[in-house]
């Protein structure tokens, strides 16, 4: 089953899930689509069912990202 993406509001309002930490992927990504899929990628590896993006723009890297996500299960 591939990993779902949620938003804060689905994170808070869900009880039946467990945080299992948070990942990062030291990549640079020039979009946010690519990003996206790489975190879906990587919280399908770990075995968790969910996870909720956070996208970082590091600061001088003409707008690449570092992408992280807190996964749950």
């Given amino acids: ?14 009880d039946d899930i467990q945080s299992l930490g948070v990942i ?6 020039a979009t ?6 790489a975190l879906k990628e990587e919280t399908d ?7 909720h993006p956070i996208l970082l723009r590091e600061p001088g890297s003409n707008g690449n990202m570092h992408a992280s996500a807190v996964i749950y299960r």
């Fill in 45 to 51: 590896a770990r075995g968790a069912t969910y996870y």
């Fill in 1 to 14: 089953m591939a990993a779902i993406e949620i938003d804060n509001r689905q994170a808070r309002n869900m």
């Fill in 32 to 37: 946010e689509s690519e990003a996206r899929q």
């Fill in 24 to 29: 990062y992927i030291n990549h640079n990504f």
